[in-house]
């Protein structure tokens, strides 16, 4: 009898927690090709541009979207491929950490992610990843 209680209160407790929306977690890389992997595996080709928003805004990113433009792939010392005449959803993030004790609201950008999801209609149809630094004064 115990078992099957604790059988039954495991089972509740499983699709309660399955059951919720949970959040999607993007984990941040410094690297644009790790980073495009681990996006592609939680939102893949073919998402609704509606979910990838809620998805990136779960996770502090900034977004608007951008119509036919350009975008170039990789980091600031080694920038990759350009992109042009895309549309695409902007998502950023950046990292930050204070400059100096001298005036706390002086803020720089350690380091900033920039996702473009190049849009087909409503859906996606390519991730592409700039990650650099950024200093704010």
Not at 27 to 46: R, S, V, Y
Not at 57 to 73: G, L, R, V
Not at 98 to 119: C, K, N, S, T, Y
Request: glycine content about 8%; hydrophobic content about 45%; proline content about 4%.
């Amino acid at each position: 009898m115990k078992i099957s209680a604790v059988a039954l209160i495991v089972v509740a407790m499983t699709s309660i927690s399955f059951g919720q929306s949970g959040q999607i977690k993007v984990k941040m890389h410094k690297n644009p090709e790790a980073m495009k992997k681990g996006i592609a595996k939680l939102i893949p080709i073919g998402t609704d541009i509606l979910v990838v928003q809620r998805i990136m805004e779960a996770n502090e990113f900034a977004f608007h979207p951008i119509k036919d433009s350009s975008f170039i792939m990789g980091t600031e010392g080694k920038p990759g491929r350009e992109f042009k005449n895309i549309d695409f959803l902007s998502c950023k993030r950046k990292k930050y950490a204070l400059a100096g004790f001298v005036d706390p609201r002086l803020l720089f950008h350690m380091r900033e992610w920039d996702i473009a999801f190049v849009q087909k209609g409503c859906v996606v149809s390519d991730i592409l990843v700039y990650v650099g630094w950024f200093c704010d004064l």
